[in-house]
């Protein structure tokens, strides 16, 4: 029988991971590397940790190698993919893995370049996993991710490529890949953009339904774009240049036409495009950031594309955006026109739906037409809104107005003139802005505490640093004397208003905004002080109000109503109606300093005022009381840190020192920077003759000790000047006698060398004169002796010729005689010449060798002038020397002289 065989050992997941990690290295056949792939991906996501150790490189390795097949591509990214995303449960799982798997990618750097070479694949999968890989390993390791694309070669221009793919789950994954790329670096912006990211996306926008329309995906794409846009001055110059304004105002008014339609939407449908609508509203205030570069001309484009108009649709109208749109919307408007003179002229010339549809009275109907001018319509809201749910919608509402007349004083001047002319003809008007401050008539009035917090907000911002608003809302006045009437002022009837507020203990929201427009105006206006001082109740009242606040906002009431005593005390003159020495006593008995300060600091300290700019945007959430958590404006709360010292010291200052100021070009009040200037200066000058009277005692003590210090500087210097004198002479003498004799060597060696040069010079030109004369007389005899032979051959030439005539027949024996004889004469001539030249050789030389002799007198005379220069150069030194000496005594005599004259005046004193 044959013996039973054992079952083989079980093998562990270990043993197994470490099989195939290394047949996934070692083998050579693409399918076998491919199957222990599939092994490993089947255990990534219970033992990440031992896959990861064991194969992690080797599936790197896999993708460069065996790239070009996407079966193993795919099998590839789907283990790492688990790998980075591994079962919670496993005991393998470790936040670690995940950081091990991105250092491997990023640290390596042609690792990350594999994936974005496999976004060039045209296969689904190579294409998602490789996005889905660069995401997570991007939120692992983000700035080493970062710096591998930007190095990959078209590494920013492949991850923005694939937002052309039709396929939606890769152009999303992109989508979400660049927002996380773009979120901090700011070269990939810039890269991103210059790919065509905005047209891109803004055209994936309009394929997927716009904004009424369209899905995440869309709002996905807005994001993107904030991101690129944010704090981005060149992506941002990129974009308005490139035309995509328009398409901006082209989506836009897609979606007020869409929306006017009155179509009936799904309520998730409904969510959606609110959502798209207010990433859309928040992409173009990008553009308008007052800090932002360029904001001005991002305006005037966006006005030309009539972008203003089809977000005031927005804002006023509850069919089409619900209230985080209209807050958007009536920000966005506002920065649309805010320091921008052209654009918030031509922004009251706009109209608009009428926002609300009430009656004053419920008993009235509605009267209305159908559209008014859009500043109209923003004081509707702001005024007319009494639904506490909707808050923010008049808040934003308020801001937008606050653009219209920022930092244009016509406008605030034609605002506050037409309100002013408003309260007088027709004094039922509820979007008066002055109606609604100084005539509480209404129910909203008392039932609505922000509708006069929005209208002192209002006013203040007319009358802030606009001295000329305050001379006109001066002029405000009520009642009619010619009746019988008393005639009170605007700022004596939001006094009375105020302080009836305070003692029926009222929401202090409203007077909170009372008391914020009362401070500003009172500051630096001696007449609005006056005016205010004229009702002596009123600093009993203020007063009142911090003595004995009431509960609710007791901190603010009671700070302001200090700080608004604080600067009627410090803009109070002699002349007021309550005298400043009077109001400063007042203030002191009645309230004291330190509960002043007190009061002060504690409205400095409050969270209110301290952390303004912090909790500017969770303000209007509610407080215990179920109103919004808004007390203050934040150009009031820039306005009281500044001048918070100010204010503080004011009740320090003594009631005769008055403060002067300038407003409209005319100084008011006694300056107190002069009267400052002159104590100063008095102080100055006691210093000053105080310390003079000390130099003075000083200088007589030391008088003396430096008299007799003189005296012996004077002995001291005579003696000096005494043994300097006489060597002085002694050398003035030694070098006059050196001097003479030099002067007499040199006159004698100049003549001797004179002479000699002159009988030089006689020789050679009595030698040069004979021998010129020698050569004419050579040159005459030669001359001579050749004519005579010229004569003779001449004679002989004629008998020859005789004899030619004669004897014809022996022409032949002639000639040759005849050239015999010529020749012979040649000869002749020939050595005579010879003769001569030698001659002229011989005398050339003679010529020469005077010629050298001459050379040589003039360097020996070139020699006597050096020795003369140098003898010059002595004398000159020797003259220096004795300048310098005579220097040295006019020196030791200007000494001498002005301790004497020194002396003298000690001798005066």
């Known amino acids: 029988m044959f013996p039973i065989q054992a079952t083989p050992a079980r093998q562990s997941a270990s043993d197994t991971i470490n099989v195939l990690s290394r047949r996934l290295i070692s083998a050579t056949l693409l399918e076998d590397r491919r199957a222990a792939i599939l092994g490993l991906r089947s255990f990534a996501k219970d033992f990440p940790a031992s896959v990861a150790s064991g194969a992690l490189r080797g599936l790197i390795g896999s993708l460069a190698e065996d790239g070009e097949d996407v079966d193993t591509v795919k099998v590839v990214m789907e283990t790492l993919l688990i790998l980075l995303n591994p079962n919670d449960s496993s005991p393998e799982a470790s936040q670690e893995i995940v950081l091990w798997l991105a250092d491997e990618f990023t640290q390596h750097q042609e690792n990350s370049w594999i994936l974005l070479n496999l976004l060039e694949s045209t296969d689904f999968y190579s294409r998602l996993y490789s996005l889905q890989l660069l995401g997570a390993i991007l939120v692992s390791r983000t700035q080493r991710t970062e710096e591998c694309v930007l190095t990959a070669p078209f590494g920013v221009s492949r991850l923005v490529a694939a937002l052309d793919d039709q396929r ?14 773009t979120s901090t670096s700011i070269e990939i912006q810039k890269l991103v953009a210059f790919e065509n990211a905005f047209e891109r996306l803004l055209a994936i926008v309009v ?7 369209g899905g995440r995906i869309v709002e996905d794409c807005l994001i993107l774009l904030a991101n690129l846009l944010r704090f981005n001055t ?4 990129l974009f308005r240049e490139s035309g995509c304004m328009s398409k901006l105002a082209n989506i836009l008014e897609d979606t007020v036409k869409a929306q006017t ?13 609110s959502r798209n609508i207010y990433a859309f509203l928040a992409v173009m205030r990008l553009f308008l950031h007052s800090e932002a570069t360029g904001a001005s001309l991002n305006q005037m484009v966006l006005w030309k594309h009539g972008v203003v108009h089809h977000v005031l649709q927005f804002a006023f109208s509850d069919a089409i955006g619900d209230s985080p749109i209209r807050v958007e919307a009536f920000l966005t408007c506002g920065d649309l026109i805010r320091n921008a003179p052209e654009l918030q002229e031509s922004f009251a010339q706009l109209t608009v739906s009428h926002p609300l549809q009430f009656s004053v009275t419920p008993e009235e109907p509605p009267s209305r037409n159908d559209t008014l001018f859009v500043i109209d319509g923003l004081l509707d809201v702001i005024l007319n809104t009494h639904d506490q749910s909707k808050f923010d919608i008049r808040f934003a509402a308020c801001e937008c107005l606050k653009s219209y007349f920022s930092n244009h004083s016509d406008v605030k001047m034609h605002f506050l003139t037409r309100a002013i002319e408003g309260y007088h003809q027709r004094p039922n008007e509820s979007t008066n802005v002055l109606t609604v401050l100084m005539r509480q008539t209404d129910a909203h009035s008392v039932s609505d505490s922000y509708r006069p917090w929005f209208a002192a907000v209002i006013v203040f911002h007319l009358l802030y640093e606009n001295s000329s608003a305050k001379a006109k809302a001066l002029e405000l006045r009520e009642g009619d004397s010619a009746r019988g009437e008393e005639v009170v002022s605007g700022i004596q009837t939001i006094s009375a208003i105020l302080l009836s507020g305070m003692a029926r203990g009222e929401n202090p929201r409203s007077l909170t905004g009372y008391l914020m427009l009362l401070v500003s105006w009172m500051f630096e206006d001696f007449d609005a002080v006056n005016d205010f001082l004229a009702e002596g109740s009123n600093v009993q009242g ?28 410090e803009f109070s003159t002699k002349d007021s109606p309550v005298p400043r020495t009077k109001l400063h006593s007042i203030i002191l008995s009645r309230l004291g300093r330190d509960k002043y300060l007190d009061c002060v600091k504690r409205l400095r300290r409050n969270p209110l005022i301290r952390d303004f700019e912090v909790s500017a945007r969770e303000q209007n959430a509610s407080s215990l009381d179920g109103f919004p958590s808004v007390y203050f404006d934040a150009e009031f709360v820039a306005f009281f840190k500044d001048n918070y010292s100010r204010i503080s ?3 320090d200052r003594a009631p005769e020192m008055e403060i002067s100021i300038v407003a409209n070009g005319i100084q008011k009040g006694i300056s107190r920077e002069l009267v400052d200037s002159l104590r100063r200066q008095v102080d100055d000058m006691r210093r000053v003759l105080e310390d003079a009277n000390a130099r003075t005692a000083l200088l007589e003590d030391q008088l003396h000790n430096e008299r007799a210090e003189n005296q012996s500087s004077t002995d001291r210097a005579a003696v000096t000047l005494s043994t300097i004198q006489d060597a002085y002479d002694e050398l003035e003498k030694s070098h006059n006698t050196e001097l003479s004799i030099l002067q007499t060597q040199l006159l004698a060696e100049k003549s001797r060398y004179e002479s000699q040069m002159s009988s030089t010079r006689a020789e050679f030109a009595a030698q040069e004169l004979a021998h010129r004369e020698g050569l004419v007389q050579a040159r005459k005899d030669a001359e001579v002796e050749q ?14 010729r005789g004899t030619i005539r004669r004897l014809e027949g022996e022409v032949t024996k002639v000639d040759h005689r005849a050239k015999e004889q010529l020749q012979t004469l040649r000869e002749g001539n020939d050595k005579l010449l010879v003769h001569y030249v030698s001659e002229a050789e011989q005398a050339e030389e003679k010529s020469e060798a005077l010629q050298s002799q001459l050379d040589a007198a003039k360097t020996t005379i070139e020699e006597l002038k050096k020795k003369l220069e140098i003898a010059e150069s002595e004398k000159h030194n020797l003259v220096e020397s004795k300048a310098a000496l005579q220097a040295e005594l006019d020196d030791i005599l200007i000494l001498f002289s002005d301790l004497e004259e020194k002396v003298h005046k000690y001798e005066n004193l």
């Open 787 to 800: 004519e005579s032979k010229r004569l003779n051959l001449a004679a002989e030439t004629e008998e020859l």
């Open 261 to 273: 339609s009155g179509r009936d939407i799904a309520a998730w449908a409904y969510i959606q495009r």
């Open 168 to 181: 939606e789950a890769i152009r999303n994954e992109a989508i979400s890949l660049l927002t996380a790329f």
């Open 649 to 651: 010291r004011a009740i």
């Open 542 to 569: 203020l007063i009142q109000a911090v003595v004995q606040p009431q509960t609710n906002g007791a901190d603010v009431i009671q700070g302001l109503s200090a700080t608004l005593l604080g600067v009627l005390y």
């Open 234 to 237: 060149s992506n941002q110059v």
């Open 207 to 213: 394929a997927d339904g716009s904004l009424t329309e």
